[in-house]
C-alpha cells in the first residue's frame, strides 16, 4: 500500500487550502481513511478521519468547522479542505489507512489503529 499527498505550500492566514492523498490500493473502499499532522517540536496529532464510504466523518476538536475530510473512492483518493488557516495550522499533514476489518473502528483518533502512512505534504501557514 502506497499513499502520496500532495497539495501542501506556503499560504497566508485567512486563506484555504485542499490537500490530497492518492492511494495505491486494490479496493480503496475497503479502508478507512485518516488525516494526522505533526508541527515542529510537538507530537503527531489526529485532524479528521471518514469511513469507507464517505458518508460519516469524524473530527478533531480545533477543527470547528474549518476542515472537511471528504473522499472519491472511484479515484482512489482522499482530501482535507481547509478553510480559514492559521499560522498555528503549520505543520507537515500525513494521510492514513486502516484496513477494514469486522473489530475496527475507523471514527478514531489513535494513530495506532491506522496501517499505513504517506510520507507527508507540508503546509506553512504566514500571519
Known amino acids: 500500500v502506497q499513499l502520496v499527498e500532495s497539495g501542501g505550500q506556503l499560504v497566508q492566514a485567512g486563506d484555504s487550502l485542499r490537500l490530497s492523498c492518492v492511494a495505491s490500493?486494490?479496493?480503496?473502499?475497503?479502508?478507512?481513511m485518516g488525516w494526522f499532522r505533526q508541527a515542529p517540536g510537538k507530537e503527531r496529532e489526529f485532524v479528521a478521519s471518514?469511513?469507507?464510504?464517505?458518508?460519516?466523518?469524524y473530527y478533531a476538536d480545533f477543527t470547528k468547522g474549518r476542515f472537511i475530510i471528504s473522499r472519491e473512492n472511484a479515484k482512489n483518493t482522499l482530501f482535507l479542505q481547509m478553510n480559514s488557516l492559521k499560522p498555528e495550522d503549520t505543520a507537515v499533514y500525513y494521510c492514513a489507512a486502516q484496513l477494514r476489518t469486522r473489530a475496527r473502528v475507523w471514527a478514531t483518533s489513535d494513530a495506532s489503529d491506522f496501517d499505513y502512512w504517506g510520507q507527508g505534504t507540508q503546509v506553512t501557514v504566514s500571519s
Open positions: 490500493v486494490p479496493t480503496f473502499s475497503n479502508y478507512g
Open positions: 471518514i469511513s469507507w464510504s464517505g458518508d460519516s466523518a
